[in-house]
């Protein structure tokens, strides 16, 4: 209820951020700028040198470079490097729909934008809010800059709402399943063998790991949404 809260006063004072800028400096063209903060040696990628070719620093850059995968790979393949990155992000196992996760949220290529010499609006974090307030502002003619140094999508998507939603369907259904099973349930709904056999009571199992798996595949699914790109 207080998330609800804050985004709604967040979105109440936007147009009135976003009027002010405009007014205080109407000559101003609209612009929508992201700055991600890139984490070079966290994330394992390098940067080419910009400089000339008998320049020996700026040929070995380029060689890490040229050598760096730009972008996540899963186990087995991953680097060690990208496996204690992901446990320390709490994203793990790196399965394809993790490393789906992780090529939107935690891109290793992300190239910050120019940034601009001044904003109207700064979000700091690339949440829920953060994403909202930035955008919302650039749709209205209003320059603005969203500043993160961790995953995009913020505790929603990694986190929060996407995976606990995911497991409370799942929980529900392990439930209704476990009222259906019983011989003398209230809904009229009972079991038998394909065969035309009696009725019989089952046993509902859950298989745990395939419920995470459910959950890390739609969480990669929504994870565009809130990626870099």
Same mark, same amino acid.
């Given at each position: 209820?207080?998330? *609800?809260?804050?985004?709604?006063?967040?979105?109440?004072?936007?147009?009135?951020?976003?009027?002010? %800028?405009?007014?205080?400096?109407?000559?101003?063209?609209?612009?929508?700028?992201?700055?991600?903060?890139?984490?070079? *040696?966290?994330?394992?990628?390098?940067?080419?040198?910009?400089?000339?070719?008998?320049?020996?620093?700026? %040929?070995?850059?380029?060689?890490?470079?040229?050598?760096?995968?730009?972008? !996540?790979?899963?186990?087995?393949?991953?680097?060690?490097?990208?496996?204690?990155?992901?446990?320390?992000?709490?994203? !793990?196992?790196?399965?394809?729909?993790?490393?789906? &996760? &992780?090529?939107?949220?935690?891109?290793?290529?992300?190239?910050?934008? =120019?940034?601009?010499?001044?904003?109207?609006?700064?979000?700091?974090?690339?949440?829920?809010?953060?994403?909202?307030?930035?955008?919302?502002?650039?749709?209205?003619?209003?320059?603005?800059?969203?500043?993160?140094?961790?995953?995009?999508?913020?505790?929603?998507?990694?986190?929060?709402?996407?995976?606990?939603?995911?497991?409370?369907?799942?929980?529900?259904?392990?439930?209704?399943?476990?009222?259906?099973?019983?011989?003398?349930?209230?809904?009229?709904?009972?079991?038998?063998?394909?065969?035309?056999? =009696?009725?019989?009571?089952?046993?509902?199992?859950?298989?745990?790991? *395939?419920?995470?798996? *459910?959950?890390?595949?739609?969480?990669?699914?929504?994870?565009?949404?809130? %990626?870099?790109?």
């Amino acid at each position: 209820r207080s998330q *609800r809260r804050r985004r709604a006063v967040v979105m109440l004072l936007l147009p009135l951020v976003t009027l002010t %800028g405009l007014l205080a400096h109407p000559h101003r063209r609209p612009r929508h700028s992201i700055a991600q903060s890139r984490f070079s *040696r966290r994330c394992g990628s390098s940067m080419a040198s910009s400089s000339n070719s008998d320049d020996a620093s700026g %040929g070995e850059a380029a060689a890490a470079a040229s050598s760096s995968p730009s972008s !996540w790979r899963p186990s087995p393949e991953a680097t060690a490097e990208d496996v204690s990155l992901a446990k320390s992000l709490s994203i !793990w196992p790196l399965d394809s729909y993790n490393v789906e &996760l &992780l090529n939107e949220v935690r891109h290793r290529g992300y190239d910050n934008p =120019e940034p601009l010499e001044v904003y109207d609006l700064v979000a700091i974090g690339s949440g829920a809010g953060g994403l909202v307030t930035s955008r919302q502002a650039a749709r209205r003619g209003a320059k603005s800059c969203m500043v993160s140094g961790e995953l995009a999508g913020g505790d929603c998507l990694n986190a929060g709402c996407v995976p606990s939603k995911a497991l409370i369907r799942c929980a529900k259904l392990i439930r209704e399943a476990n009222k259906a099973a019983k011989m003398d349930n209230e809904f009229g709904v009972t079991f038998r063998s394909k065969d035309g056999g =009696e009725r019989t009571e089952v046993e509902v199992d859950v298989d745990f790991p *395939r419920i995470m798996e *459910r959950m890390r595949r739609l969480r990669s699914r929504i994870a565009p949404v809130d %990626g870099h790109d």
